[in-house]
């Protein structure tokens, strides 16, 4: 009986667990693929940079901004008509990532700002000075130029959205939350509840392990 349930019980985890990295993983590219370009767009618009759109950039950060400011949980059933449209349901792993890639689009765009904003101004007027085109200096000087920092960014979007992963649960997102609410609330079952705290805390501890050395070899 014991035995039976243990098994039953790691596979629950094992397959919780692997959803969690689904979810995480899928929505970390997504947010990337269009978080990364927002935040080019908005330090390469900006006041006194190589394209100033003063403008413009004034709309995108607003609307930036708006985005960050809405907490996940709210976005999440927000825009569950969205989701369904997308994916043709609201609830479970694969709708999750929608509201998870939405709520860390604006997040990733921030950080990619921060990190482009460090790059020496010196580096880029040498650029200018050389005839580079904006593509260039952007692909081949602010990007190089700051990539350990963007690695670093990507690290803590990576430890943000395995948060937000464990809030989906709550709503059906499945993952590691989803195990916690139905079995250690729900159930009162506090060793579920244990378990799947310490592998959120492992999943975190990895990722800022990785982030950290890849950015520190970068560095080198």
Known sequence: MWRSWTIAMFELIWTAT?????????????????????????????????????????????????????????LMVAIIPFTRFLVGRSIGTTASIVPLTVAAIPFVARLVEQSLREVDWGVIEAALAMGASPWQIITKVLLPESMSSLILGAAITTITLISYSAMAGVLGGGGLGDLAVRYGFYRYQEDVMLITVALLIILVQVVQSIGDRLAARLRR
């Open 18 to 74: 692997w959803q969690s990295l689904y979810m995480v993983a899928i929505s970390t590219v997504l947010s990337y693929a269009f978080g990364l370009p927002l935040g080019i767009i908005l330090v390469t618009t900006s006041k006194g940079h190589i394209m100033e759109a003063r403008r413009f950039n004034a709309v995108l950060a607003a609307i930036i901004n708006a985005g960050r400011s809405i907490p996940f949980i709210i």
